[in-house]
């Protein structure tokens, strides 16, 4: 534990010299050095990171020159959290005989990932060598910026790191907020909400952004929508201690809807809902029963119709405390949520997904460890398809995914610490999926969910 303790306490050392000695230094400098070595005798090594600035979507490109051919070195990816843990992900390379290693061709033989993958350093990370277990990054304040520290070392290194010294360092900074983007605070009607706002004039399409059971108020999805050209309002439900659950019905989502469609700047008939884990339970529910919430599409990751979302939040809940009895544990003593769901065809009330009129997309992780997510789509597609609307649906199945698809090049988070509604505890919430096909999920699922919402509400106004 001593030594765990240790090598925690030098990572931190090691976060702070880096930190102080970059306060010095920005991209334009580093630029400006590269530039000047390359006129100069080769012989100190450099690595570029490549844009130094970008949005958390955004790929960048790694370069490392100045090398001996052939000689081996381990690239490594430290950054710190809001809540103070430190994270890291490396991998190995050999330089080729003009001794170079570039991201985006050579391949990691090794390390918290392999293959030629240029974002392996951000979605591979995972909480340093001595930190607590189950712990999960996300974001809180979307305006400032995460820092991510990227280095080269000598040799194929998988520990130690704090206790070397690297042959370069470089620093990129990711954002959820494009420049211009503004954040609008909601309290209207005892709605609590944050309504992101693209640069510019407008008018934009607007989406209503549902995260899960988990609570509060989770803004980094809708800042990034609001980055890519909609106006997106994160939308808290479960959070605020004045508002009772038994307060919370579809009416409560009705008002969110009318305060997004009414904003100056939003365009009234080009909405969107979308909705993650019990935010997808939601979305359903209020897209088929709503007689106000009339989106033009709807995005639901990871959810499930079996739990009729028609009444409030606490009945629904009891709702769900009648399966109870099928929550158990793993051997790590990690939750297995997702048989607290009766599969189709058991279920004798569903959300009749056939009067949804609007199309839909589901994305759905096959590895999924909290929600029956693919059994259901399966019955939603029947369901549909009995029902007449079955060419508004479009499925995305995922092989070997966890529940958690995130926006891409997040971290992977198998299992973590969760408060659980239903119990009113902390327990560890097993997510499921495997790191490297849940890392393709995030990025093939959040391209695929912008070009629906553009389809959806930019073009076909278009055609309009």
Same mark, same amino acid.
């Given at each position: 534990?001593?030594?765990?303790?240790?090598?925690?306490?030098?990572?931190?050392?090691?976060?702070?010299?880096?930190?102080?000695?970059?306060?010095?230094?920005?991209?334009?400098?580093?630029?400006?050095?590269?530039?000047?070595?390359?006129?100069?005798?080769?012989?100190?090594?450099?690595?570029?990171?490549?844009?130094?600035?970008?949005?958390?979507?955004?790929?960048?490109?790694?370069?490392?020159?100045?090398?001996?051919?052939?000689?081996?070195?381990?690239?490594?990816?430290?950054?710190?959290?809001?809540?103070?843990?430190?994270?890291?992900?490396?991998?190995?390379?050999?330089?080729?005989?003009? !001794?170079?290693?570039? #991201?985006?061709? %050579?391949?990691?033989? *090794? +390390?918290?990932?392999?293959?030629?993958?240029?974002?392996? &350093? $951000?979605?591979?990370?995972?909480?340093?060598?001595?930190?607590?277990?189950?712990?999960?990054?996300?974001?809180?304040?979307?305006?400032?910026?995460?820092?991510?520290?990227?280095?080269?070392?000598?040799?194929?290194?998988?520990?130690?790191?704090?206790?070397?010294?690297?042959?370069?360092?470089?620093?990129?900074?990711?954002?959820?907020?494009?420049?211009?983007?503004?954040?609008?605070?909601?309290?209207?009607?005892?709605?609590?909400?944050?309504?992101?706002?693209?640069?510019?004039? !407008?008018?934009?399409? #607007?989406?209503? %952004?549902?995260?899960? *059971? +988990?609570?509060?108020?989770?803004?980094?999805?809708?800042? &990034? $929508?609001?980055?890519?050209?909609?106006?997106?309002?994160?939308?808290?439900?479960?959070?605020?201690?004045?508002?009772?659950?038994?307060?919370?019905?579809?009416?409560?989502?009705?008002?969110?809807?009318?305060?997004?469609?009414?904003?100056?700047?939003?365009?009234?008939?080009?909405?969107?809902?979308?909705?993650?884990?019990?935010?997808?339970?939601?979305?359903?529910?209020?897209?088929?029963?709503?007689?106000?919430?009339?989106?033009?599409?709807?995005?639901?990751?990871?959810?499930?119709?079996?739990?009729?979302?028609?009444?409030?939040?606490?009945?629904?809940?009891?709702?769900?405390?009648?399966?109870?009895?099928? &929550?158990?544990?793993?051997?790590?003593?990690?939750?297995?949520?997702?048989?607290?769901?009766?599969?189709?065809?058991?279920?004798?009330?569903?959300?009749?997904?056939?009067?949804?009129?609007?199309?839909?997309?589901?994305?759905?992780?096959?590895?999924?460890?909290?929600?029956?997510?693919?059994?259901?789509?399966?019955?939603?597609?029947?369901?549909?398809?009995?029902?007449?609307?079955?060419?508004?649906?479009?499925?995305?199945?995922?092989?070997?995914?966890?529940?958690?698809?995130?926006?891409?090049?997040?971290?992977?988070?198998?299992?973590?610490?969760?408060?659980?509604?239903?119990?009113?505890?902390?327990?560890?919430? &097993?997510?499921?999926?495997?790191?490297?096909?849940?890392?393709?999920?995030?990025?093939?699922?959040?391209?695929?969910?912008?070009?629906?919402?553009?389809?959806?509400?930019?073009?076909?106004?278009?055609?309009?």
């Amino acid at each position: 534990m001593r030594s765990f303790t240790a090598a925690f306490f030098n990572y931190k050392l090691l976060y702070m010299a880096h930190v102080t000695a970059l306060k010095q230094i920005n991209c334009v400098s580093n630029l400006m050095s590269l530039r000047t070595v390359s006129i100069q005798k080769r012989t100190c090594p450099l690595i570029s990171v490549q844009p130094c600035r970008g949005l958390v979507d955004e790929k960048f490109q790694i370069a490392v020159t100045n090398l001996p051919p052939s000689q081996k070195v381990t690239l490594h990816s430290l950054l710190q959290s809001e809540d103070k843990d430190l994270w890291e992900a490396f991998g190995h390379y050999i330089s080729d005989e003009h !001794g170079t290693v570039t #991201g985006t061709k %050579d391949e990691s033989l *090794g +390390g918290t990932y392999e293959g030629i993958e240029p974002m392996g &350093l $951000l979605w591979s990370m995972r909480p340093v060598q001595g930190s607590q277990q189950g712990l999960r990054i996300r974001k809180r304040d979307v305006l400032t910026t995460t820092l991510v520290h990227i280095s080269v070392y000598s040799g194929h290194l998988s520990q130690g790191f704090s206790q070397k010294t690297p042959l370069a360092t470089s620093v990129t900074e990711r954002w959820y907020v494009a420049p211009g983007v503004k954040r609008v605070n909601i309290r209207e009607e005892e709605v609590h909400g944050t309504l992101f706002l693209p640069p510019g004039p !407008g008018p934009y399409p #607007g989406v209503l %952004d549902l995260w899960g *059971g +988990g609570g509060g108020l989770i803004e980094y999805r809708s800042a &990034l $929508l609001a980055s890519h050209g909609f106006a997106s309002m994160a939308l808290d439900y479960f959070g605020p201690k004045e508002r009772r659950l038994q307060d919370v019905d579809i009416s409560y989502f009705e008002r969110a809807y009318q305060i997004l469609r009414n904003h100056p700047v939003v365009q009234k008939d080009h909405l969107a809902v979308i909705g993650l884990s019990f935010g997808s339970i939601i979305t359903l529910g209020i897209v088929a029963y709503s007689k106000i919430i009339k989106p033009q599409c709807c995005v639901c990751i990871n959810g499930s119709h079996l739990i009729p979302f028609d009444k409030s939040l606490f009945e629904t809940l009891e709702e769900m405390k009648k399966n109870i009895d099928k &929550l158990h544990v793993n051997k790590e003593n990690q939750l297995i949520h997702r048989d607290i769901f009766s599969t189709p065809p058991d279920p004798p009330i569903k959300v009749d997904v056939g009067r949804i009129k609007c199309p839909l997309l589901l994305v759905n992780a096959a590895d999924d460890q909290t929600v029956p997510a693919v059994e259901s789509a399966e019955d939603i597609k029947m369901m549909m398809e009995k029902a007449g609307n079955r060419h508004l649906l479009e499925v995305l199945t995922y092989p070997r995914a966890g529940h958690l698809i995130e926006p891409p090049y997040s971290p992977h988070f198998r299992a973590t610490k969760y408060n659980l509604q239903l119990t009113k505890q902390r327990v560890v919430m &097993l997510w499921g999926g495997q790191t490297k096909p849940h890392a393709y999920a995030q990025e093939d699922a959040w391209n695929k969910i912008l070009a629906f919402l553009w389809k959806h509400l930019y073009f076909n106004s278009i055609l309009h």
